[in-house]
């Protein structure tokens, strides 16, 4: 079964602290590993992704981590502000991102001054 | 990155009723999905998309409720047909582009 597991399901982190959401997944045929952020009343829109080839990609102050042979992979928000206070999905695909992706639950992430 | 828009941004319906949700991206995708997200949900994805031939539903949806439309590369409709309060919920499109996932601004829709 194509699952995406994602804890925890809220967070709240102090400014300037990393904030750190994991997920789980089961299908080793997922090659392709997308974060997106979601602000109430809008899409989700794009993070960082990964792919399975490297184990960490860095984009500012987002980081991703993947364990290939865990099938676990996490996002970390360095100096977390509050204006990233937000929910967060992750989601795997085949192929590249190709087809359809499968999301985690969310995350409610909370920054707090 | 992609510009991915979808028309309208949000809309109230009467039950009984059907809307027809617009996505236009800025370059040319192999395959769309349109996906639904209830409140304070994840996302679940209603159908593929794809272009020359009939879209691909998911479990628990089906075509006479959710027609898709997908003349173009660059273009798909959702339909969502004989509404009810249950149908209210966000509706999204999405497509890759060079390499990655991108998502349109959704559609909130609200059937009273």
């Known amino acids: 079964q194509q699952q995406v597991k994602q804890s925890p399901q809220s967070l709240i982190v102090q400014k300037g602290g990393i904030s750190i959401i994991n997920c789980a997944y089961e299908n080793t045929a997922f090659d392709y590993f997308p974060w997106y952020q979601q602000f109430p009343g809008k899409g989700p829109a794009l993070l960082i992704a990964?792919?399975?080839?490297?184990s960490e990609k860095k984009e500012g102050r987002f980081t991703i981590s993947f364990n290939k042979s865990a099938k676990q992979f996490s996002l970390h928000i360095m100096d977390s502000q509050p204006g990233d206070s937000a929910t967060y999905f992750c989601a795997a695909s085949k192929n590249f991102g190709n087809e359809k992706l499968t999301f985690g639950t969310g995350t409610r992430l909370t920054i707090i001054p | 990155s992609a510009v991915i828009s979808q028309k309208p941004s949000r809309d109230i319906c009467q039950r009984g009723t059907s809307l027809t949700i617009q996505c236009q991206v800025d370059s040319q995708v192999t395959m769309m999905f349109w996906y639904r997200q209830q409140p304070g949900q994840s996302l679940t994805l209603i159908a593929t998309?794809?272009?020359?031939?009939?879209?691909?539903?998911e479990s628990g949806f089906v075509i006479d409720k959710f027609p898709i439309s997908r003349p173009n590369l660059t273009f798909s409709t959702l339909t969502v047909s004989n509404m009810s309060p249950e149908d209210s919920s966000i509706y999204l499109c999405?497509?890759?582009?060079?390499?990655?996932?991108?998502f349109g601004q959704g559609t909130r829709l609200t059937v009273v």
């Open positions: 990964i792919r399975p080839d490297v």
């Open positions: 999405t497509g890759r582009v060079n390499t990655e996932a991108f």
């Open positions: 998309a794809n272009q020359g031939s009939e879209a691909t539903y």
